[in-house]
DNA sequence: CCCTGATTCGC
DNA sequence: GCGAATCAGG
């Protein structure tokens, strides 16, 4: 993939929103979030301040480079510092948001507790945005993804199933055990 | 181990 | 210019 203007906008955009390099790879598709890190600081875009995410930056970044001697300290650019003046809505936000009801447009996907013919019950969901989804997070979707409170179940997906146990056994009930549910 | 960003350097 | 490999850290 090669980083077409809107692609570039795209970047822009979603770093200055707060999201992580690797969130926006997945969002951008077909990079990976290194390839999002070497063109943020390519394009010189303001790094990430350093909030309690990560990289203390600058400093004690990486102390290995030889540097010939023949280079002259480069005075660092003065003013121009552009912190984050916006309310900085971070898609974690999405879980803090009221949780009153419970869309369950997807069939009987009901997130809630629902015990199954004995023990087995559900966990809540992490309530994940699509940008939070990663190899083992349950990608079970909840709710209707026309509405904000849209999310991902977001549990932990041990082995190669996209879902959590709860919802990769929604996903493929043995037909017998499917009409029992319903 | 999961994740984060930062940096280097061969391509 | 690009991004994998690597580093450094939470």
């Known amino acids: 993939m090669n980083w077409t203007d809107e692609r570039v906008e795209k970047l822009k955009k979603l770093w200055s929103e707060g999201l992580s390099a690797s969130q926006i790879a997945a969002q951008l598709g077909g990079v990976s979030r290194n390839a999002v890190i070497g063109k ?7 790094g990430r301040a350093k909030a309690g995410g990560a ?23 003065q003013d ?4 984050p003046q916006r309310p900085l809505v971070r898609q974690n936000d ?4 009221k949780d009153d009801q419970t869309p369950d447009m997807i069939e009987e996907s009901a997130p809630v507790e629902t ?34 409170e ?33």
């Open 55 to 77: 990289a203390p930056a600058a400093a004690s970044a990486r102390p290995k480079r030889p540097v010939p001697p023949v280079a002259a300290p480069q005075r660092p650019q």
């Open 115 to 148: 015990p199954v013919a004995g023990n087995v019950v559900v966990p809540m969901t992490r309530k994940l945005a699509l940008t939070q989804l990663t190899d083992r997070t349950c990608k079970w979707p909840i709710g209707d993804p026309m509405k904000d």
């Open 94 to 97: 999405v879980a803090l948001m």
């Open 150 to 182: 849209f999310h991902f179940c977001g549990n932990d997906c041990s082995e190669g199933s996209p879902y959590c146990t709860y919802h990769a056994r929604l996903a493929y009930q043995p037909s017998a055990e499917r009409r029992r549910v319903r």
């Open 40 to 46: 943020v600081h390519r394009l010189a875009l303001p």
């Open 80 to 83: 121009t510092l552009r912190a």
